[in-house]
């Protein structure tokens, strides 16, 4: 059975999906969306030998090789221009992810819809679709073992945005829908993310040699965490 996290991911491609998943790892997820839906194709792309191979067998051990088409290389390295509508990346850290997207650009004419899951500073993603056209259309939040992880869905926007003049620095951080729905789960993650800030500023209170930028970037994320947390 699929993770909970990936369901998630896998609930906002569309049927008849045309996608890649990059960092595949063993092709899971879209094993499991062309296992349910016979008109899906996938690209599953790695750039490490060991997930390669287990994406390899695992395509193989379930017959959909005239589906997935599994592609060794480095990010978009491994997908055509105009290969692909919908973009998979998960299980990363944001800026992993948007290093990607970033060095992939030319690749994205066709890609309509950009899914990641990032396993920490989701703000570099938020940040890189307003930047390069896709409007932020969902976010997810959500634990399974212990661990907190968000999905954001961004699709190639229309000039729409989804942030406000005088709140965009604290929704680019914690998620402009996730503010807004305010979950018992979206709590849990910044009240751990307020106390690591609290920590690490009482530690550098303590250093000889003290980053005054740094200070000032913890105290204002304090700020903002703070006035979600207590609106
Ligand atoms: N996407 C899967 C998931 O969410 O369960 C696997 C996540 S796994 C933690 C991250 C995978 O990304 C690893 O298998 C790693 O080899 C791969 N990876 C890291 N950098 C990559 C890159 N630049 N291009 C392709 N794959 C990459």
Redesign the pocket.
């Known amino acids: 059975l699929l993770s909970k996290?990936?369901r998630v991911v896998a609930s906002f491609l569309p049927k008849q999906a045309v996608f890649a998943?990059?960092?595949?790892?063993h092709a899971?997820?879209p094993c499991f969306i062309c296992k349910n839906d016979k008109t899906a194709r996938a690209i599953a792309?790695?750039?490490?030998e060991g997930?390669y191979e287990s994406a390899k067998k695992q395509v193989k051990a379930l017959q959909l090789e005239c589906q997935v088409s599994v592609r060794k290389?480095?990010?978009l390295d491994v997908i055509y221009p105009n290969e692909v509508q919908q973009l998979v990346i998960?299980?990363?850290g944001g800026t992993?992810i948007t290093s990607?997207l970033e060095k992939g650009k030319q690749k994205l004419n066709r890609v309509d819809t950009i899914i990641t899951?990032p396993n920490v500073d989701a703000r570099s993603i938020r940040i890189w679709f307003l930047h390069n056209g896709y409007l932020l259309t969902d976010e997810q939040i959500i634990e399974e073992d212990g661990h907190i992880y968000e999905v954001l869905i961004g699709k190639k926007g229309d000039g729409k945005t989804v942030y406000q003049n005088e709140q965009v620095k604290k929704q680019l951080l914690m998620g402009p829908y996730l503010i807004q729905e305010n979950s018992a789960t979206f709590k849990k993650k910044w009240e751990v993310e307020r106390e690591k800030r609290q920590h690490a500023l009482t530690q550098m209170n303590k250093a000889k040699v003290v980053d005054n930028q740094k200070v000032a970037k913890f105290k204002h994320e304090l700020q903002m965490i703070e006035e979600v947390l207590t609106k």
Do not use: K
Not at 21 to 25: C, E
Not at 45 to 48: A, K, M, P, T, V
């Open positions: 996290r990936l998943d990059i960092g595949s790892d899971y997820l792309g790695e750039i490490n997930p290389g480095d990010g998960a299980g990363m992993l990607i899951q």
